[in-house]
């Protein structure tokens, strides 16, 4: 059984170009979450998607959007790149209707902006 | 969501001994987690314990909750080179939504 999988696993794009991040959950999730880690900060949430909508976003301007296709998998893209969005993405699945959010992390991409 | 607050920042051990970092949060919960990040396995999920437990074991983990202190703790015994790594507390409302992470407790065991 796959894990939560994420692609690429690195990549470095230079500032003002545009980037999309990939997700595949894990078997039997249909959620997705985003979150950004910067270097020795605990992860940020992004946005979740459920249902292929955005359900719930945290407070990032909005050249971050996203998507969520109908398999469950989902986009996390990035325009007008800054030097500050160089930071590690996480992908983070779960199951809609559980009572509690445990949530399932991918290995994240590894983002440098220069 | 709330974040938790973990302490110490920083902890460094001797293989065999045993880790306990602490986790204040704010508000009323229904629930929190322990997650764990390093380099080899990314964050993983450690352990739950619901509002209503003061006390839960899984392996050499032992979680605690104290909800009129709003604190947890979090003990690994008898700790082993691969537990070095990053933890963080997140407290929880119950909704299937976002997590909110502090800047957690890095412990490094040494060998």
């Known amino acids: 059984d796959a894990g939560v999988t994420q692609s690429p696993t690195h990549l470095i794009k230079t500032r003002g170009q545009q980037v999309t991040l990939r997700c595949s959950p894990k078997?039997?999730?249909?959620?997705v979450s985003w979150y950004q880690q910067a270097l020795g900060q605990g992860p940020q949430f992004i946005f979740q998607?459920?249902?292929?909508?955005?359900?719930q976003r945290g407070n990032f301007p909005d050249r971050f959007s996203g998507h969520q296709f109908p398999n469950y998998s989902s986009e996390l893209n990035v325009n007008a790149l800054l030097l500050g969005d160089s930071a590690l993405y996480l992908c983070?699945?779960?199951?809609?209707?559980?009572?509690?959010?445990?949530?399932?992390f991918g290995p994240g991409t590894r983002l440098t902006v220069l | 969501s709330q974040q938790g607050e973990e302490d110490p920042q920083a902890l460094s051990i001797q293989e065999g001994e045993n880790a306990t970092m602490n986790c204040s949060y704010k508000?009323?919960?229904?629930?929190l987690q322990w997650y764990r990040q390093n380099s080899g396995r990314g964050l993983v999920h450690l352990i739950l314990?619901?509002?209503?437990?003061r006390e839960k074991h899984s392996g050499r983990l032992r979680v605690t909750l104290d909800t009129s202190k709003k604190s947890s703790s979090l003990l690994i015994t008898a700790s082993r080179a691969a537990d070095t790594a990053s933890y963080f507390c997140?407290?929880?409302?119950?909704?299937?939504?976002?997590?909110?992470f502090g800047k957690g407790t890095l412990l490094t065991v040494n060998p």
């Open positions: 983070a699945s779960s199951r809609a209707g559980v009572s509690y959010n445990e949530q399932f």
């Open positions: 078997s039997g999730h249909d959620t």
């Open positions: 998607y459920y249902e292929e909508e955005e359900r």
């Open positions: 508000t009323s919960i229904n629930n």
């Open positions: 314990i619901r509002s209503n437990e």
């Open positions: 997140v407290p929880g409302g119950g909704s299937n939504y976002k997590l909110t």
